[in-house]
Nanobody, 115 residues
Framework: QVQLVESGGGLVQDGASLRLSCEAF????????MAWFRQAPGKEREFVGH???????YYGDFVKGRFTLSREDSKDTVYLQMNNLKPEDTAVYYC?????????WGQGTQVTVSS
């Protein structure tokens, strides 16, 4: 089994940066791609970005170059660097890992951007 633990969320001002971390525990060798999603109150879950086992990345349309995914395999950790944050980025951010046909979810970390 694999468990995911997100960290790095918090309260920041408009225009600030944050780096979220997602550390995997357990059978991490079984992980394929990893991704981030977010969900704001009253809104549907939204795709943020994906990073493959080879490091290839792609992002949701709203990102527009503000967010960057990276991975540090020696630490079984994926990072989401978020720059120029806006109030509309306020949401709970979730990390996921693809293991064969299954998707494992983390517990989420809250990001709040004040105007």
């Amino acid at each position: 089994q694999v468990q995911l633990v997100e960290s790095g969320g918090g309260l920041v001002q408009d225009g600030a940066s944050l780096r979220l971390s997602c550390e995997a525990f357990g059978r991490t060798y079984s992980i394929g791609g990893m991704a981030w999603f977010r969900q704001a109150p009253g809104k549907e879950r939204e795709f943020v970005g994906h990073i493959s086992w080879s490091g290839a990345t792609y992002y949701g349309d709203f990102v527009k170059g503000r967010f960057t995914l990276s991975r540090e395999d020696s630490k079984d950790t994926v990072y989401l660097q978020m720059n120029n944050l806006k109030p509309e980025d306020t949401a709970v951010y979730y990390c996921t890992a693809q293991i064969g046909p299954d998707t494992v979810w983390g517990q989420g970390t809250q990001v709040t951007v004040s105007s």
